[in-house]
Structure formats: C-alpha cells, structure tokens
C-alpha cells in the first residue's frame, strides 16, 4: 500500500551529487519504467540525457519519499537562491515539492479526477511566484526559516485555490491573489524562532503571545514593500479571524472578515490538524472535518462556508454525500464542541484553531 502511488521528482530538482539513493522511473507511454535501480547512482550525464529528451519528471514510488523529501528539505533553499537555475525551472522544482505536501492532504488523491485540477492550480502558481521576484523573496525566506511553515503554506494555497475555484465566480488575477496570500499567510512567522515554533511542549505566556503577533508581524512587513494586493494582505492579516469575533489580531466578527480571508481560516485549521507537528499527531481527515464541523456550529467559521469546504474535501477523498452528512454530524466527538477546544489558551491549535 506504501508503495501504491508514483510520485513526480523534477529532473532539475536532482543534484547528482546527493540525491538519495532511491530507485527512479521514467513514464512511457503510460506505464512506468524503471530509469535506475537503487544501487546505481544519478549522474550528471543522465541529467543531461533527460534534459535533451526533453523530460522533466522522473517518478518514485511513494514508499521513497520520506528520503527524497528530506533531501528537497535539505535543497531547497540552495537550489531557489541559485543564479544559474532559470525562474522555470525553480517553478518546476518548487511545484514539485509542494505536490507531494498536497498529496499528503488528500490521502489518496490518485482516486479523485479533481486531484489534477489541484494539480494544475498550484502548478500555476509556482510557476508564476518563481518568476516574480517580490513573490519568491519573501517565500525563500518562509522555505530557509521553516520546511513546516512552508508545506503548511503550500496545502493551505492549494485548497484555499481549489475552494475558490469552485465555490465562486473568481477572476484570473483574483486567484493569483488568493495564491499569494495562502502561500505567506504564516509569513510573519519568520520573526519567531524555531524553538517556539517546534517546541514540543505546551508555550509559555510569553511565547504564546509572541506567535499569536504573526499575522499582523506578517501585514506589516509585506504591506510595507508595496508590491501586494489588497485580496493577499487581507489572508495575511486576518487568517486567524473567527466568524464569532473570537479570533485575532482584531476581533473583527461575520461578514466584516473579507471572505477570502474566512476561507482562508477553513483551509488554515484544516492543514494544521491533518499535519504531522513535534507536539501533535496527525487527525485524519474525517476527523478534522467533524472537528470543524463542530466549531463551525458553535460560531468559529462560517457555515456555509464549511460546508462548502467539506463537501469539496469529502468529494476528493471519494467520499458519497450521505457518507459525508453521517460523518459530520454523527463523528463530531462532543468533546470538540464549542468551549473546550476553541477557547483553550493552548498555543499549538494556533494554526487551527
Ligand atoms: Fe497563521
Ligand atoms: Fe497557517
């Protein structure tokens, strides 16, 4: 089952040098062919070969990725401030890895025909943000400061582009809005150092505070170069808004949260708590929707909204609707409901809740 799923490896995104010794397939005509096995190293001359013929993916299997992501982990941030690495292929190199963080969301998105959209959305937008300077800056740093923050940000441009796309009547430029703004909501983030932000315990009061001024950390520094919309500023600032006014940094409450920015909130709790942190086990996605869905009725996000949300996350995962309306008003555990969860002062649900 490990081994179930290919995933695609950008060939520019392999140095010869260290890329880890996992085996790599190459697609034809459908099928996938084994390119080298483990024991034989990647040379400089198969890069070249691929390159000539022109193909940009190589494939793994699933089971691999743990190392190969690791190695990205390690490479990502030399291979994004490299000079002689066109704005292209750092877009390449950058979908790439954000895919496999989506992939991670969706479970077994190879089931799900809207996966490729997904996929295409946040091809685009890699590929637009490594050719615009003022975009890729501020990503570098959030890539060279914190991996976690960085795939994070990616599932959350992911879904909250996904969501956009079929919830609303978006123009062009409005989504590459949205995509800018999902990818440095956490920007602000960067101030804090990973020791809070990895910490496997509960934070201090102090600390706590400290994360809680991300958001606005964040505006103020992006605001100030002037190169952003209204529409990213807005998910930066208010990402962690709540419907019923119990969020921050203002308090603001319903229809006064700009609607990308509530969405944004959706996608936000949703990437936290299905991701793996040094503090926290994963939920698996069913239960982070019946933990929301429990925090949308009692007045943290927008109904409607969720419901939209869950139906296009239940709809990915193959889930049927009855299925859907079962798990989400039957596994709701109470204890999730309203009070215990949302008004806990406990740091770690910052990203979710
Ligand atoms: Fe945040
Ligand atoms: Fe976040």
């Not at 025909?113 to 959305?121: D, T, V, Y």
């Not at 879904?159 to 989504?175: C, G, I, Q, R, T």
């Not at 956490?186 to 505070?209: H, Q, R, T, W």
């Not at 889930?319 to 008004?343: C, F, H, M, W």
Request: proline share 4%.
């Amino acid at each position: 089952m490990k081994d179930l799923f290919w995933r695609p490896i950008s060939v520019d995104s392999i140095d010869p040098a260290c890329f880890p010794h996992v085996a790599l397939y190459i697609k034809s005509g459908g099928n996938y062919v084994l390119y080298k096995d483990q024991e034989r190293m990647f040379t400089e001359n198969d890069q070249r070969r691929l390159e000539n013929s022109f193909t940009e993916f190589l494939y793994v299997r699933s089971g691999d990725m743990e190392e190969v992501n690791g190695y990205l982990e390690r490479n990502l941030t030399d291979m994004l401030a490299r000079e002689d690495i066109s704005g292209t292929a750092k877009g390449r190199i950058l979908y790439q890895t954000s895919i496999n963080f989506v992939m991670d969301v969706f479970e077994s998105p190879e089931l799900a025909a809207n996966f490729e959209r997904c996929r295409k959305l946040i091809r685009h937008m890699m590929q637009y943000v490594a050719t615009e300077e003022h975009a890729l800056e501020p990503l570098q740093s959030i890539v060279a400061h914190n991996f976690y923050i960085f795939a994070h940000s990616v599932q959350v441009t992911a879904l909250n582009l996904l969501v956009h796309e079929k919830l609303f009547n978006v123009s062009a430029d409005e989504m590459t809005d949205v995509g800018i703004g999902s990818l440095l909501h956490d920007f602000g983030m960067i101030f804090i150092s990973d020791d809070i932000l990895d910490k496997p315990d509960v934070l201090s009061e102090v600390e706590y505070y400290k994360v809680k001024q991300h958001p606005q950390k964040g505006y103020d520094f992006l605001e100030n170069t002037g190169l952003f919309s209204e529409v990213a500023l807005t998910i930066v600032l208010h990402h962690h808004e709540r419907f019923d006014g119990n969020g921050y940094p203002d308090g603001i409450m319903g229809s006064d949260i700009p609607r990308s920015a509530q969405l944004s909130a959706i996608c936000d709790v949703y990437s936290a708590l299905t991701t793996e942190r040094p503090y926290r086990k994963p939920s698996l996605p069913t239960e982070a929707l019946g933990m929301m869905y429990a925090a949308a009725r009692s007045g943290s996000f927008n109904s409607e909204l969720f419901d939209g949300f869950a139906e296009i996350i239940t709809t990915l995962k193959g889930v049927s609707n009855q299925e859907r309306i079962l798990l989400l008003t039957q596994k709701a555990p109470q204890d999730y409901a309203g009070e215990t969860i949302l008004k806990r002062p406990d740091p770690h649900y910052l990203g979710s809740f």
